[in-house]
């Protein structure tokens, strides 16, 4: 079982930036991937932004060169940096460990005002 926390969320004018945070517990060694997902109002659910074991990322194209995904392996975190959000970047956004995604977080609110 893996734990995730998340926590970053909040109301930002359009233009501003935030950065979400993900800690996982558990049985870390399993994970292969740590990824961060949104749903917005009345929308599916959409990968943002994955960071696999390796090192190596994607990102939705609606998100490329504003996002970035990291993490501190010493301290078992994700991060999604996000810049330059746009009110279409509105959503509820989800931690997600392994891929295909097997353990979420609880989301966290992301409000961008125009």
């Known amino acids: 079982q893996v734990q995730l926390v998340e926590s970053g969320g909040g109301l930002v004018q359009a233009g501003g930036s935030l950065r979400l945070s993900c800690a996982a517990s558990?049985?870390?060694?399993?994970?292969?991937?740590m990824g961060w997902y949104r749903r917005a109002p009345g929308k599916q659910r959409e990968l943002v932004a994955i960071i696999y074991s390796g090192g190596s990322t994607n990102y939705a194209d609606s998100v490329k060169g504003r996002f970035t995904i990291s993490r501190d392996n010493a301290k078992n975190t994700v991060y999604l940096q996000m810049n330059s959000l746009k009110p279409e970047d509105t959503a509820v956004y989800y931690c997600a460990a392994t891929f295909p995604p097997k353990y979420w977080g609880q989301g966290t609110q992301v409000t961008v005002s125009s």
């Open positions: 558990g049985s870390i060694f399993s994970i292969n991937a």
